[in-house]
């Protein structure tokens, strides 16, 4: 079968590329002129399968209202006049309800473990690199009662499959001795020895390099401006291409079956033929610092809970990401949210590494209210998604892939997952 896939963030590729492993001529389409460019740039590097809970649970709301008006806080809600935030907004707040806290608990958890073996799994076949490190993630706490609350939602995550420990100040640092320059704050930490972290640009650009090898067509610098349909399937999508000096060529762009994989540009494309897409950018920033001569700097993944930022290691690169922001469609930099990042690192690593070496990346994370993302079916027969997957793109980006190719394939997803349907 003739599939198009559009988007090639990590989430379009991996499909792109299971889709291809099942026999088909597949073609990727992005309107930028490489993989990886938007929202998979520069993420926090983390497959966190066992920290999948999303943010929308009962205590969210608090911890919203406590940022407010703070340039600084790691969570922000920036209101702007665009009723689409605020109807995001207010489905978020129903999410934390604790039933459906529980019920989105465990889509993310069932779809992140099954996404991380099949991550190993595709390492173990075609053996990818992309800085991998199997060390774990750590997540530590610098608060006592924030401790006390997370060592509870661990046993219950446990509960659910997750792999997730305890661990006293002395064990964390056992874990990762670089927490020795900051043991007196902290409370304790919880520990997933089965997570890993990993360059998710450098893998999608891999992967999409080895995709073409097998012949997955990749078409660059393609805007997609609409789908076509003729009320029961897709017909097409209307493209424009801008070719070099600056050409520019419309065509409409057809196949035998589509996937939306375009992360925010979702919404723009499906919700004009009716197929719901609740999807808003939560914009995130990072900051990659050069290691250097220093020793100081973490290599365990860490995730720094109170605020809301992770740490990864890739080779001899610091990553620090993290921070939401729900403020519309611009990704443009803010410096005070950029110094936040490595006051940040700096204060708990004073030795991680050359300060003035930081480079600043503000992304869009493409997050449905529940942060259970969009994977299946439509109401047209032969149009697909693969989208809205919020904080946790790159760690179910396999497993989302897999798992639709089957689906289009007509075999049963190895994941009990809440697949979307026509
Ligand atoms: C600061 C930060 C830290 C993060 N840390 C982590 C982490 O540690 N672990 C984790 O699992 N996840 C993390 N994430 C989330 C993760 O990065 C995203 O979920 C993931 O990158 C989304 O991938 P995607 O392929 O859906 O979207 P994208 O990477 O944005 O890909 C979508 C593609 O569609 C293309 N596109 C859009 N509209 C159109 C159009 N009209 N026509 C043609 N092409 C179009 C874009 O060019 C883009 O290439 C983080 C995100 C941020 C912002």
Avoid at 260 to 266: D, F, N, Q
Wanted: proline share 5%.
């Amino acid at each position: 079968m003739r599939i198009v896939v559009f988007g090639a963030g990590v989430v379009g590729v991996a499909a792109a590329w299971y889709l291809a492993a099942d026999g088909h001529e597949v073609t990727v389409v992005d309107r930028q002129p490489g993989p990886a460019l938007e929202t998979s740039f520069a993420n926090g590097g983390q497959i966190s399968a066992s920290h999948a809970e999303p943010w929308a649970n009962p205590r969210a709301p608090l911890t919203i209202l406590k940022w407010l008006g703070r340039a600084d806080a790691p969570l922000l809600f920036r209101p702007t006049a665009d009723w689409r935030q605020w109807r995001w907004a207010l489905q978020f707040l129903i999410e934390c309800l604790p039933s459906r806290t529980q019920y989105n608990t465990i889509q993310c958890v069932n779809l992140a473990l099954y996404s991380r073996d099949c991550l190993k799994a595709l390492r173990a076949t075609i053996g990818i690199e992309y800085d991998q490190l199997t060390r774990g993630i750590l997540e530590f706490h610098t608060d006592a009662k924030s401790f006390a609350g997370a060592a509870v939602a661990a046993e219950l995550t446990r509960e659910y499959g997750a792999d997730r420990a305890v661990k006293t100040v002395d064990e964390c640092v056992a874990i990762e001795p670089a927490l020795a320059t900051c043991r007196q704050r902290l409370a304790g930490g919880i520990f997933t020895a089965t997570d890993e972290s990993g360059d998710a640009q450098r893998f999608t650009q891999e992967l999409a390099r080895l995709a073409a090898a097998r012949g997955v067509a990749f078409r660059w610098s393609t805007t997609v401006e609409s789908l076509v349909t003729d009320g029961i399937a897709l017909r097409g999508a209307r493209c424009k291409t801008v070719a070099e000096r600056e050409h520019r060529r419309r065509e409409i762009i057809d196949a035998d079956s589509y996937v939306v994989a375009l992360g925010s540009g979702s919404p723009s494309l499906l919700s004009p033929i009716g197929v719901p897409a609740p999807i808003y950018p939560v914009k995130g920033y990072s900051a990659t610092i050069a290691v250097g001569a220093h020793r100081g700097a973490p290599v365990v993944s860490l995730t720094d809970l109170e605020r809301k930022l992770v740490f990864s290691r890739f080779g001899d690169r610091l990553r620090i990401a993290g921070t939401a922001e729900l403020s519309g469609y611009g990704n443009a930099l803010d410096r005070v949210r950029c110094d936040a990042l490595i006051t940040r690192a700096f204060e708990l690593f004073p030795d991680a590494g050359v300060r003035e070496s930081a480079q600043f990346w503000a992304g869009l994370r493409p997050a449905t209210p529940s942060n259970v993302p969009l994977v299946g079916a439509t109401r047209y027969r032969n149009l697909f998604v693969d989208t809205g997957h919020g904080t946790l793109g790159w760690t179910m980006a396999c497993g989302s892939g897999r798992a639709l190719a089957d689906l289009i394939a007509g075999r049963k997803p190895d994941v009990d997952f809440a697949f979307t349907r026509g």
